[in-house]
C-alpha cells in the first residue's frame, strides 16, 4: 500500500512537472522579440562583445559589411575611397544579367540599393562633378544592360531612379553653363528608353543666350560632313539618319533658344535639301505662314522622296492639301483622298474621299466616279487642269462616271507607274466594300444583290479571308428570313465541318440565330428539322453534340431513329 502510494504521489509530481514546462513553452513561443529588447540585450553587452557580435554578422552578411565600410569612409571624409567604391560598385551592378521570368515568377535582377546610397551620400557630402561622371558612366552601361535585359521594366526602373539622385547634382557642378546643356543633351541623345527623364528639369533653367548659341555651334561641328547624295538617299542607313535627324533636332531648339529664329529656319531648309528631312522645315515654314516656300519645299520632297516611303510621302502630301485649303482650294486635298481611296477601298476611306469632296463643291460628281470604280474595279482618270477650270463655268456640267472632277494630286516621281501595274490585272467590282456599304446603309435588296453577285462572279477567292454569310443574315433577318436561315446554317455547318473544338460555340450560336429568326416568323417546327439534319451531319463530334444539346429541351440523341 505505501508502495502504492508513492508511485501515484511520484506519477503525480512528474505530470505536474510535465504540465509546468509545457505551460513555458507556450508561454515562450507567443512571446515576440521587439526591438526595445534587441536594444536591452545589446546594451548588457561590453564593448568588445559588441565589436565580437557585429564582426560575427558581418562576415556572413556582404551587404550589411558594405554599409558600414561606405558608413566609415564617409565620416572619416575619405571622398576619393567613396568615388572609388562607387565606380566598383557601378561596374559590378551594371555588369549582371538581367532577366525575370513572369510565368515562373523568378529570375536575376540587378540590385541598384547600394549604388543609390552610395550617389546619395556624396550628393550629400557636395562631390558634385564626381557624381557628374559616375551619371556619365551608369548611361552608357546602363543603356547597354537595358538593352540586353529580359525582364519587363525592372531594370530600367532601377537605372532611372538612380539617375534621378545623379540629376540634382548637374545643376551645382562645376561644369559651365555650355557644358551642362550638352551633358544632358548628349545624355539625350545616347539614351533611348527614357532612363534620363529626371535630367529635363536641368534645360527648363534660364541661361544666357549667348550660351545656347555656343551649344548650336558645338552640336553643328559634330555633323557628319559628308551629305547622302539623291540617288544613294533611299538605301541610306536608317539608324544614321534617325541619329542625325534627332541631333539636328537639338540643333534648332538650341538656336531658338538663342533668339535666332531665322537661325533656326535656315537650318530647317538646309537639312532639308542636304540629308531629305523635308517634312520638318515645311511644318516650320506653315507654322511661320510662309505658304509659298512651305509648297515649293514640300513639292521637292516628293520628288527627291522615294516611294516606297509611303509615311513620308502622305505626310507631304497633306501639308501640300493643308497649304492649298488656305486659299480656299480644296480640290488638291480631295484629289489627295481619291487617290488614297482606290489604293485602299473601303467605307472609311469612301467617307473621308466624300467628307473633303463635300468642301471642295463636288461630292455628288465625287460620289458618282466613287460607286462606279466600287463596282467595275476600273480605275477613274483624273480630270485635266485647263478642263476643270473650264467646268467651273459651267453651272450643270454633266459629272463623268470615270474621271474625278479635279486635277491628279501631286505625287511621288514614279507613284504614278506603281499604281498603273498594280490595275494592271483585270479589274473586278469591290463586292466586299459595296456589302459592307450597303449594310450601312440599311438596304437589304443591295445586300444580297452583292453578295449573289459575288457568288456567281467566280472571284470568290480574293475574298477568301473576308468571309459575310454572318453579316448579311444579319442584315437581311427581318426581310428575308429564308435568306438569313440558309446563310446560317450553311455558315454553321462550315465551322463544323473545321472539326476545330474551339469553332464548335460559334457554329451553335448561328444556329441559335436560325431558331430565333423561325421563331420570328412562327416557323419553330422547322429548327427541329435543320437541327436533326445537322446533329446527323455532325454526330461523330461529341464536344458538338454535347452543345447542340443547349438548344432544346431534350437530348437530341433521343429523337433519332430507332431511340426509345
Known amino acids: 500500500m505505501q508502495k502504492t502510494h508513492k508511485s501515484k504521489e511520484t506519477a503525480t509530481r512528474k505530470s505536474g512537472s510535465k504540465e509546468k514546462k509545457s505551460s513555458g513553452r507556450q508561454t515562450r513561443s507567443k512571446r515576440k522579440i521587439t526591438d526595445a529588447d534587441i536594444v536591452e540585450f545589446l546594451s548588457a553587452k561590453s564593448k568588445d562583445d559588441l565589436v565580437t557580435t557585429i564582426m560575427q554578422v558581418c562576415r556572413v552578411d556582404a551587404k550589411l559589411r558594405q554599409t558600414y565600410v561606405d558608413r566609415i569612409m564617409l565620416e572619416t571624409g575619405d571622398h576619393a575611397a567613396m568615388i572609388r567604391e562607387a565606380q566598383k560598385e557601378l561596374r559590378s551592378v551594371t555588369s549582371e544579367d538581367a532577366w525575370y521570368n513572369s510565368w515562373e515568377g523568378h529570375g536575376s535582377l540587378p540590385d541598384y540599393t547600394r549604388l543609390r546610397s552610395q550617389l546619395r551620400s556624396l550628393v550629400d557630402a557636395e562631390q558634385f562633378d564626381a557624381v557628374v561622371e559616375l551619371g556619365r558612366e551608369l548611361i552608357e552601361r546602363g543603356t547597354q544592360q537595358v538593352e540586353q535585359s529580359h525582364d519587363e521594366g525592372e531594370t530600367a526602373g532601377e537605372i532611372m531612379s538612380t539617375l534621378s539622385i545623379v540629376a540634382e547634382a548637374i545643376v551645382p557642378c562645376s561644369l559651365t553653363d555650355v557644358d551642362k546643356i550638352l551633358f544632358v543633351i548628349d545624355s539625350f541623345l545616347q539614351d533611348g528608353y527614357d532612363l534620363c527623364d529626371s535630367f529635363g528639369h536641368v534645360l527648363d533653367r534660364h541661361y544666357p543666350e549667348s550660351a545656347w548659341a555656343d551649344v548650336a555651334e558645338k552640336l553643328k561641328s559634330r555633323l557628319p560632313s559628308q551629305v547622302t547624295s539623291k540617288k544613294d538617299r533611299a538605301t541610306a542607313d536608317f539608324t544614321r539618319s534617325y541619329q542625325r535627324e534627332r541631333l539636328s533636332g537639338w540643333i534648332i531648339e538650341a538656336l531658338e533658344a538663342s533668339g535666332d529664329e531665322a537661325a533656326a529656319t535656315d537650318f530647317c531648309i538646309e537639312e532639308a535639301t542636304k540629308v531629305g528631312a523635308y517634312q520638318r522645315a515645311v511644318d516650320r515654314l506653315i507654322a511661320l505662314k510662309r505658304y509659298d516656300e512651305a509648297k515649293e519645299l514640300a513639292s521637292q520632297g516628293l520628288q527627291n522622296t522615294d516611294p516606297t516611303y509611303a509615311g513620308l510621302i502622305n505626310r507631304l502630301q497633306d501639308s501640300l492639301a493643308t497649304i492649298a485649303a488656305k486659299s480656299n482650294d480644296h480640290s488638291v486635298a480631295a484629289a489627295i483622298a481619291a487617290e488614297r481611296f482606290v489604293r485602299h477601298p473601303g467605307v472609311s476611306s469612301l467617307h473621308d474621299l466624300l467628307k473633303v469632296a463635300k468642301k471642295a463643291k463636288c461630292e455628288a460628281a465625287t460620289k458618282t466616279v466613287a460607286m462606279n470604280f466600287l463596282e467595275t474595279g476600273k480605275r477613274p482618270e483624273f480630270a485635266e487642269a485647263s478642263k476643270t477650270r473650264a467646268n467651273k463655268t459651267k453651272k450643270a456640267a454633266k459629272p463623268q462616271a470615270d474621271h474625278w472632277p479635279f486635277p491628279a494630286p501631286p505625287r511621288a516621281n514614279d507613284s504614278n507607274s506603281r499604281l498603273d501595274h498594280r490595275h494592271a490585272q483585270k479589274p473586278s467590282p469591290h463586292f466586299d466594300v459595296l456589302i459592307q456599304l450597303s449594310i450601312k446603309q440599311r438596304d437589304p435588296e443591295s445586300v444580297l444583290r452583292w453578295y449573289d453577285e459575288l457568288q456567281a462572279s467566280g472571284v470568290r477567292n480574293r475574298f477568301q479571308l473576308n468571309r459575310f454569310e454572318t453579316e448579311v443574315a444579319d442584315a437581311v433577318s427581318s426581310t428575308h428570313p429564308d435568306r438569313a436561315v440558309e446563310l ?51 454526330h461523330r463530334k461529341r464536344r458538338l453534340v454535347e452543345l447542340l444539346r443547349s438548344l432544346e429541351c431534350q437530348p437530341i440523341v433521343s429523337k433519332r431513329p430507332g431511340n426509345k
Do not use: G
Open 488 to 538: 446560317y446554317c450553311t455558315e454553321a455547318d462550315r465551322l463544323a465541318a473545321e472539326t476545330n473544338t474551339k469553332l464548335y460555340p460559334q457554329s451553335v450560336s448561328l444556329l441559335k440565330k436560325a431558331r430565333n429568326v423561325l421563331k420570328s416568323q412562327k416557323r419553330e417546327h422547322e429548327f427541329e428539322v435543320i437541327l436533326t439534319t445537322f446533329h446527323d451531319r455532325h
